[in-house]
């Protein structure tokens, strides 16, 4: 498989709206959690990088900017039916390279406990212990760049 490019959205794009579709059947449906319209308007200034194949999103994540040099990684989901094919690394590496071309020098995550070992084998580290957010377990890990 040929992995498409990853891609800044364009905030209000056909694509970033599809994106949020795609992070609420990944991420928040399965948890019974929906999108308050708030929240996402708190979106309109982060970075939507995402994986697009036609005129579909097969992965998104969120580059939020929450101090001096400083970013948050967050909202990564790719689509079931692409999980495994390298597509979150592609986007992932992607966004530490925009971050790094913009002066960021660490990007923080919460990763959801089972996603540890992904971030883990990108050179991302722990930061503390197991908290619970959106009721489930997580950790939270860093890299700097």
Do not use: D
Request: glycine share 8%.
């Amino acid at each position: 498989m040929i992995l498409p490019k990853p891609q800044l959205l364009e905030w209000g794009s056909k694509l970033q709206i599809q994106s949020i579709g795609l992070r609420y059947e990944v991420l928040r449906k399965p948890l019974g959690l929906c999108f308050a319209p708030e929240e996402l308007l708190q979106e309109e200034t982060q970075w939507h990088i995402g994986m697009v194949s036609g005129e579909r999103v097969e992965g998104i994540l969120l580059i939020k900017f929450i101090g001096e040099n400083v970013a948050k990684m967050r909202q990564v989901a790719v689509a079931e039916s692409s999980q495994g094919k390298g597509i979150g690394k592609e986007m992932v590496r992607y966004a530490e390279l925009l971050c790094s071309q913009n002066h960021i020098e660490k990007i923080e995550l919460h990763a959801r406990k089972s996603a540890v070992p992904f971030y883990l084998s990108l050179g991302y580290h722990t930061e503390g212990a197991e908290f619970e957010e959106v009721g489930i377990p997580h950790i939270k890990m860093s890299i700097k760049l």
